[in-house]
């Protein structure tokens, strides 16, 4: 199995940036791809960003053109970088590995959770 640790995030003003790391160990050659998703209280958790084995990015609409995914060549080291942070970002953040069953699996491997909070 996988374990991510992730670090990074924090307290930032609206307009600034943070980045996030996701690091993976275990059995990471069985990654297929890592998904970045977030939660806000109260709100369910949505899917953020999605970097594949072959390097496709996808994200989605609300981030496009201020974050961006990124990731080492062994799948050890995982980012997201955040540009431009507005205060609906503020959410706990979570990387998730996709190991060949599909990402955002309950019974998948998660890391811990990282809280961002965008506010003046």
């Known amino acids: 199995q996988v374990k991510l640790v992730q670090s990074g995030g924090g307290l930032v003003q609206p307009g600034g940036s943070l980045t996030l790391s996701c690091a993976a160990s275990?059995?990471?050659?069985?990654?297929?791809?890592m998904g970045w998703y977030r939660q806000a209280p109260g709100y369910p958790r949505e899917l953020v960003a999605v970097?594949?084995?072959?390097?496709?990015?996808t994200y989605v609409d609300f981030v496009k053109g201020r974050f961006a995914t990124s990731r080492d060549n062994t799948w050890k080291t995982v980012y997201l970088q955040m540009n431009n942070l507005k205060p609906e970002d503020t959410a706990s953040y979570y990387c998730?590995?996709?190991?060949?069953?599909?990402?955002?699996?309950?019974?998948?491997?998660w890391g811990q959770g990282t809280q961002v909070t965008v506010s003046s």
């Open positions: 970097i594949t084995s072959g390097n496709k990015k």
């Open positions: 275990g059995s990471i050659d069985r990654i297929d791809a």
């Open positions: 998730n590995a996709d190991e060949g069953y599909g990402l955002g699996l309950s019974s998948g491997s």
